[in-house]
């Protein structure tokens, strides 16, 4: 059975960082591209970052490039989002998804269809 489950969520100052964990089970880790979006109250999940486990490519929104940077541990099958200079705007839920890729990952969120995470809470305030 496939598994995603996320961590690190939290309250932070804007300015403040943050750092999410997704730990995956149930299957081949470096096979799958893992992504992480967030969903705001009234709007859309949109992609924030992605990595490809086997080849570590990956792939950022505009909107967090430079500021987030994710990585990936094979050893322990989990894949990690750092968010620096976290903004209020950025007040969401953070899911991770897993989608089988062959080398690369997409930030987009209609290709991963079958396997996500619950979610963890980020709240930045002013």
């Known amino acids: 059975e496939v598994q995603l489950v996320e961590s690190g969520g939290g309250l932070v100052q804007a300015g403040g960082s943050l750092r999410l964990s997704c730990a995956a089970s149930g299957f081949t880790f470096g096979d799958y591209a893992i992504g992480w979006f967030r969903q705001a109250p009234g709007k859309a999940r949109r992609g924030v970052a992605c990595i490809h486990s086997g080849t570590r490519r990956t792939n950022y929104a505009d909107s967090v490039r430079g500021r987030f940077a994710i990585s990936s541990d094979n050893a322990k099958n989990t894949v990690s989002l750092q968010m620096n200079s976290l903004r209020p705007d950025e007040n969401a839920v953070y899911f991770c998804?897993?989608?089988?890729?062959?080398?690369?990952?997409?930030?987009?969120?209609?290709?991963?269809?079958?396997?996500w995470g619950q979610g963890t809470q980020v709240t930045v305030s002013s």
């Open positions: 998804a897993a989608v089988r890729a062959s080398e690369d990952c997409t930030v987009s969120r209609t290709l991963y269809q079958a396997y």
